[in-house]
Structure formats: structure tokens, C-alpha cells
């Protein structure tokens, strides 16, 4: 066996605790989506799962790569193992359902002390925390049977290195991300995202057992959204407050032209793609999910900004310090305000892709 | 599958983070044990622990219940990690050693977090976390080779109901402990430990595979030591200490006398019974544990302090609050420092069990 290599992706993970600005706190529009694909992995559980038959008492191994604190994860999950229970019932293998172990895991500085106090009291699973990047491997071979992954592969393990070279063409001056940047900006930051796609979809393939299914959910935009002239994704709002904040000398501008979010949501093809190109998974399902406008409609500009302030406050803490951020998020809160139409409203633009994938 | 009970058992975890008070800063006894234990380990896998021969990629599942934070569990860990490797080489299964996943097992108040930073960078094993009481499941059946216990089996699950009961002849007014009480104590502390045994017995049976191993290292007392006229064991002493405190208005009486910690330390022959009349197992191996000299003696007052405070805060603070702790500790320090003939010599008189029990 190959030694598991030092965690060699840097470690974001989302908010911890329960504060005003946690992650828990702040994943409602996450929620939609476990809402919109609870019906769709149920059907793929039925239809396309693999569980043997011979052996009934068999324990069942799901795993959540990316599941932050809850409780999102636990609402996944528990239409994962019901919907499981269901079939292995429904294939006469008696009264007797099998036993379930479910590994939540996340990068190494997610708070899972946080996570296991959460967890549901009457679950009906054993649970078990598996800390690391799952760009590298972080189970023994053939050990999981569903593997589901949400609203975590967008990020990258490292921002491209170009980006940030002063001397290199795809330097990323004046912007915190690719989007409206120059094309050697957007090559680079999709480079690493098919590299990092490789690397998740090898070591997952090597732990899946053979029939294992997985599910993803990651954002993506689609060329109708990126049509609409007045649009303006969050991470360039982002960028042009941190940029006015360095015209008022809050923050240098430099530290501005060397900050770039390790975020990448791919087009339907190009995550098609990279899934095709590896091999290993035979492709059962990519759509956009619909997201219930419950879900989607309705944020305000406060709650939308506190919802992006929990997936990035810590990355800009490590870049800027603790101390602009408070700041940053009142001028973000004021700017998505003006775009209210967008972002407050039915029509708001952002998609998701939904995936199943069987191991092959 | 009967589903997973909510913990009943009462959450105890040894002191977390690094601070000057913590458990991670104040276990280097426990580093004796497991230094001492480490020949006796590896020669049990070498001897005993059934891995089939079969299938040689299959992965090896390890266990540690009651990890704490560490350096502890990863340097015994190692160890075990490092003996199958040696057996299935040796066994001739090819250079190709088994993947491993261990499983670091504590309760649901431990550090997680600190633990999962202070992993081993380099380790040759997939790691993970289960959060909960041992006295319940924890994992699927039969799905464990290897399960470590080391210095937790003496926690009992929760103090007997009757030393708590004013009413019960089992009263135990004036002390925290069973040490040196009525018979009535003595009995309802033995017969909680006896409850609480069978239960982790249970549960671990079916945990187990068949052929595998469970190594356990308890603390007990022998006769030789309590015919030492002078012994007075750490607990005696805190309990008076408590009372000491009380008689200065700084406690209550009556929070002293429901103050009980639950903690059982069984003489070899109680142990011995109890593992055979549950069945499960056959006791390989079951001795006093030596523990090096350069571990045992040397402790001055101060750290032996510090030593039994690790352990000890969680449930003094609970019951008792945060703000009697320093002051209790210097007193206790400075107690301990009239018997320093016993604590602080080679003459320390306690004594640990050392079991090897292999799944039937």
C-alpha cells in the first residue's frame, strides 16, 4: 500500500460553532438542494444500487465527503440509509436490514467536535468522522458502498499557482477570482479544476465497491445565466469591495491582487467530461437541479451576504486578517442589495448540477 | 438491527487542548503502560491474531476506545499497526501489506478536534473517529481485528444509584469514593463494575471478528498494597481535601457527600470472572503490567497533581465548578507531598492489569 500522503490541499472548511455567522446557521439555500435531490437519489438507490443478497447482515458503508457541521448532513443522510433500508426490504432479504456505518468527513480543520455533539440521537447508524482532503485517498480499498458529496467539489485543493505569478500571463491583478478575467486566468483556474476532478475521482473509484453509487452536487453556470447583462456573480461583488476597501487604504492593493478564491463551478460538459475522460464511473444521471423557490427566492441581501460570509470568512482571515472582516461583509450586504432583482427574487440566476455516478 | 440507543452512559473525556492542565500534557503513566505493554502486544498478533490468509489486500480494522487526545494512542497504534504488517510479511502473503483503518474511539465530549491535528503526518493508516460511550455498540458487527483499551475500563459507565441515596445503607456521607467505606459502598461500586463489564463485553463480541484480538490495560490493587499500613490511595486524599474545604465554607457538606466519582479498579481474580462468565472470550494472557522505572517513580507532588487532574476536572467542574478546581489542586498537591515515600519513589505502589482476550 501506498503510504497516504501528507494532506497536501490546503484545508478550507466552512464556519464552525453555532454563532450568528456559522455555517449551520447559514445553509439554507444547501438545504434546497438536499431537498431537491432527496427524490432523485432515492430513485437511484432503487434502480442502480448494488447490494449482494447473499448475505443480508451485511453492514452498508456510506460515506459524506464535505459534510461540514449539519444538519444538512444528517437530513441527507438519512434519506440515504431509509432509502437503502427500503430496498434491501423490498428484496425479500427478510425483516433483518443491515447494520450501517456513516463517515462524515471534511477537511482536517472542520469543527467535528461541533458535528458529533449534533448528531441525531436516534439514528440508526453507527457514525464515524474521517478527517482530510478528499483529493487524496481517505479509505481502504472497496469499502463503501454510496459516497455523496455536495456543494464541496467547487473547491479547488489550491488556487492555480499562475494566478497569483506576477510574471505569468494569467496573473490575476485587480480581481479575487476568474470570472470576467482574462482567458489565461479562466485556463488556469480550469486546469486545476480538471486535475483536482482526476484526483477525487481516482481515489474514490479505488474505495467504491464495484455497482457503488455517488452523488454530487456543485454549482455550475449556464451560458443563459451568464447572458443576463446586469449580472453579477457574488465573488465579483466580493472582489470590488475588497478592491474599494484598498482605494481607501484598508487593505494594500497587493494584498488584493495576491488574493484568489479556490472556487470553480464547471459547465455541465466540461464536468461530463472529465468523468468520461477517467473511466471509472459509467454516468447515470447529470441535470440541473431544481431548487424549490422555498429555498431559492427570498434571501435578502443581509442573509444572502452572511451565507457567503460562512463559506469564505475563512480564507479571508488567513489572507487579510481577522479584523476587516466584520467591514467587508457590510459593504458586500450593501452592493448585493443593489442587485436585488437577481439575487432576492425567483428569478435568482445560480444552478446546480446534479449527478449520479456508478462505479464501473 | 436494533437501533443504536442513546448514550445513557454518562460522558466523562479526559481534559482537552494542550494547556499546562491538559490530558495531552499529563499522561506520560500512561506513556509507561503503553511502553510496557508494547512487547506483550506485538507478541500476541504474532501468536494469536487469526488474519486470513486468503485474501491479502483485505483491510485490517483497528480500534482504540478511550483514545483521548494522544501522543498515547498513536505511539500503541503504531505499534499494532507495525506487528500485523510484520505477521502478514511473515506469513508470506507477498510484499503487498494490508491497507489498515483505525478507529479512534472516545467519548462524545473529547477533543476531536485536537486529536484529528495532532494525527501522525506520515501514518500508514486510514484514520477516523467514533464518538460514544464503549458500554453501547459502536461499530458493525463483526467488522473489527483489533480493539486497545487502555486505562478507561476502570470509568465506570455512571456512579451506583445507592451511594447517592440518602435513604440506602449504601449511603456514602463523607467520601467520594468506595476506597475505605462500609461494605455497602464497596458492594454497590463492585456490582455497577461487574454491570458495566458485561455490557462492554457484549458489545465487543459482536464488534469482533472471530480470531481477533482485544488488549486491555486497567489499573487494580493488589492485597500486597493495601496491607500497606500508610497507603492512602489519591482519591482518599481528594475526598478529604473536599471535606477540608467544606469545614472552611468554601464547599457545602452536602454537595461533598452527592460528590462520587465512578471509577472501579478490580482486583486480577474480579476481572478474571467476570471474562469468563460472560463467555465470549478466552483470556490469552492476563498479568500485572511492569511498568519501567523511568515512568513510575520521579513524579514530584506538583505533576502527580497535575496527573490526576487531567482526569479528574471534567467531573469536578461539573458537579462542583470551575472556580473550586485551582484551589482544591494546590491542596491536593500539597497532601500528596506528605506521601511523597509512596508517590515519589520507586515504591509507588500502584498496579496495572494487562489482558489479551481473543474472540471465540
Not at 497516504?4 to 446557521?25: H, I, T
Not at 425483516?95 to 477537511?107: A, G, K, L
Not at 458586500?332 to 439575487?343: D, M, N, P, Q
Request: aromatic letters at 10%.
Amino acid at each position: 500500500m501506498e503510504k497516504e500522503k501528507k494532506n497536501s490541499a490546503k484545508s478550507f472548511s466552512m464556519n464552525g460553532g453555532d454563532g450568528p455567522n456559522s455555517y449551520l446557521k447559514n445553509s439554507s439555500y444547501q438545504r434546497g438542494a438536499v431537498d431537491g435531490a432527496k427524490g432523485m437519489i432515492r430513485e437511484a438507490i432503487e434502480e442502480k444500487l448494488h447490494i449482494s443478497s447473499s448475505s443480508p447482515s451485511d453492514t452498508i458503508y456510506i460515506a459524506d465527503l464535505g459534510c461540514s457541521v449539519g444538519q444538512n448532513t444528517f437530513i441527507a443522510i438519512q434519506n440515504i440509509v431509509e432509502a437503502i433500508e427500503r430496498k434491501s426490504q423490498s428484496q425479500g432479504l427478510g425483516p433483518q436490514t443491515p447494520e450501517f456505518q456513516v463517515f462524515f468527513s471534511d477537511q482536517v480543520s472542520n469543527d467535528f467536535n461541533k458535528l458529533f455533539t449534533s448528531l441525531p440521537p436516534q439514528r440508526q447508524y453507527f457514525a464515524a468522522a474521517v478527517p482530510g482532503s478528499f483529493y487524496n485517498r481517505l479509505f481502504p480499498k472497496q469499502s463503501l458502498h454510496f459516497i455523496y458529496c455536495s456543494y464541496s467539489l467547487q473547491w479547488l485543493s489550491k488556487v492555480p499557482k499562475e494566478v497569483e505569478d506576477m510574471n505569468s500571463p494569467a496573473w490575476n491583478k485587480g480581481r479575487i477570482h476568474y470570472v470576467e478575467a482574462q482567458k489565461e486566468v479562466v485556463d488556469a483556474y480550469f486546469a486545476q479544476f480538471v486535475k483536482d476532478m482526476e484526483s477525487f475521482l481516482s481515489a474514490r473509484s479505488q474505495e467504491l465497491l464495484s455497482g457503488g453509487l455517488m452523488a454530487l452536487i456543485l454549482p455550475t453556470y449556464t451560458k443563459e445565466m451568464l447572458s443576463i447583462k446586469s449580472f453579477r456573480r457574488p465573488l465579483d461583488i466580493l472582489g470590488s469591495c475588497l478592491m474599494e476597501m484598498s482605494k481607501k487604504g484598508i487593505v494594500s492593493e497587493a494584498k488584493v491582487d495576491s488574493f484568489n478564491v479556490p472556487v470553480y463551478s464547471p459547465s455541465s460538459k466540461e464536468l461530463e467530461e472529465v468523468i468520461k475522460n477517467t473511466g471509472y464511473f459509467s454516468i447515470e444521471r447529470l441535470e440541473l437541479l431544481s431548487i424549490s423557490k422555498k429555498y431559492k427566492a427570498g434571501p435578502d441581501a443581509k442573509t444572502f451576504s452572511m451565507h457567503i460570509r460562512a463559506g469564505l470568512e475563512g480564507i479571508i482571515d488567513e489572507h487579510f486578517g481577522r479584523e476587516i472582516i466584520d467591514e467587508l461583509f457590510v459593504l458586500f450586504a450593501r452592493k448585493v442589495a443593489e442587485y436585488s432583482h437577481i439575487y432576492n427574487s425567483e428569478n435568482r440566476v445560480n444552478e446546480d448540477l446534479f449527478v449520479i455516478l456508478c462505479r464501473k
